[in-house]
């Protein structure tokens, strides 16, 4: 049921956005696992690129397997020629570090990083057949379910193929109830879990921004080279450090659903061979804002504990 207003602002929440990194990457790399750890990108499919025979129409039909038949450049060699100057969907981050963002297509990419390995979506019926990223993406689902709901009932919405919204205050409740806070605040900590606040702010601004002071949306929407794994910063390390009285109890809910999103993440990083970041608040709203900070494979929460007190 609806709680009052008034009653929904005494009733913190914890909610996490749990988004797997460079999705597409990862499932191609999952079959193929020679494209671990270079620079990759994924190609939507040519519409306008015919079936390969000399004047037929249509599209190819390109199964998921084998995953060497969809790779469209490799090694500075074109193999696919009708697919090289399709639309990239996603960019490894070997690959972003290189120049290479989700705004180029193949061939603009491959002249900003030769040695960039470009591989097509699978093809079924003339259109992307995303069997295959549907298939990884509800395994993901199913391992955050299992272990986000090891402690108490949780609420999952998935967000799209690759990204979903977790209601942890029942589970991060009973943590707190039979953990000392203590104990939560450490796993917060070992896990590296950032905490946001103004060096987060002041970096994204600077990245982002143009002549005229305004952020430029590209640097948000296309990921940047920014996005790499950092260690938390001292401001971070002081806030999981702190003595217990300064603990408020909405905060120690913060860090119970903390620890039990890195126990998530790592199980899906063990089974899958994904990582995934993470951003845990008091909304999705919020959850949103911090999970897209700190990526690949790192999590963060906000340093104001007053935000638990925002109503979704």
């Given at each position: 049921c609806q709680l009052p207003r008034t009653e929904m602002s005494r009733t913190p929440r914890v909610v996490a956005l749990i988004d797997m990194d460079c999705f597409y990457c990862a499932c191609e790399r999952a079959l193929d696992k020679d494209l671990v750890g270079i620079p990759l990108a994924v190609l939507q499919y040519n519409p306008f690129a015919g079936d390969g025979k000399p004047g037929a129409g249509g599209v190819a039909s390109i199964p998921p397997e084998p995953a060497s038949a969809r790779v469209?450049?490799?090694?500075?060699?074109?193999?696919?020629?009708?697919?090289?100057?399709?639309?990239?969907?996603?960019?490894?981050?070997?690959?972003?570090?290189?120049?290479?963002?989700?705004?180029?297509?193949?061939?603009?990419?491959?002249?900003?990083?030769?040695?960039?390995?470009?591989?097509?979506?699978?093809?079924?019926?003339?259109?992307?057949?995303?069997?295959?990223?549907?298939g990884y993406g509800a395994q993901t689902l199913k391992i955050i379910s299992e272990v986000c709901g090891q402690h108490g009932p949780i609420s999952i919405e998935k967000a799209s193929v690759d990204e979903m919204y977790v209601d942890l205050t029942a589970p991060a409740r009973a943590r707190l109830a039979s953990e000392s806070h203590a104990a939560l605040?450490?796993?917060?900590?070992?896990?590296?879990?950032?905490?946001a606040g103004a060096a987060e702010g002041a970096d994204e601004a600077g990245r982002g921004a143009q002549p005229t002071g305004v952020l430029a949306r590209n640097s948000f929407r296309a990921g940047h080279a920014g996005q790499i794994v950092k260690p938390m910063d001292a401001a971070s390390e002081q806030?999981?450090?702190?003595?217990?009285?300064?603990?408020?109890?909405?905060?120690?809910?913060?860090?119970?659903?903390?620890a039990i999103v890195c126990r998530a993440r790592a199980e899906v990083t063990r089974r899958l061979g994904f990582t995934c970041s993470a951003g845990i608040a008091a909304n999705k709203l919020l959850a949103k804002l911090c999970g897209g900070l700190h990526k690949p494979d790192q999590q963060t929460v906000p340093r104001d504990h007053s935000l638990l007190m925002i109503s979704a």
């Open positions: 469209v450049a490799r090694g500075g060699k074109v193999l696919i020629p009708s697919a090289v100057n399709g639309s990239i969907i996603a960019v490894s981050y070997e690959a972003r570090a290189k120049g290479v963002t989700r705004f180029f297509r193949g061939r603009e990419a491959l002249s900003v990083c030769p040695e960039l390995v470009l591989v097509v979506v699978p093809t079924a019926h003339g259109k992307s057949d995303m069997g295959l990223y549907r605040f450490g796993e917060g900590a070992a896990a590296g879990t950032h905490v806030w999981w450090c702190r003595s217990p009285p300064e603990w408020p109890e909405e905060e120690a809910l913060f860090a119970a659903g903390a």
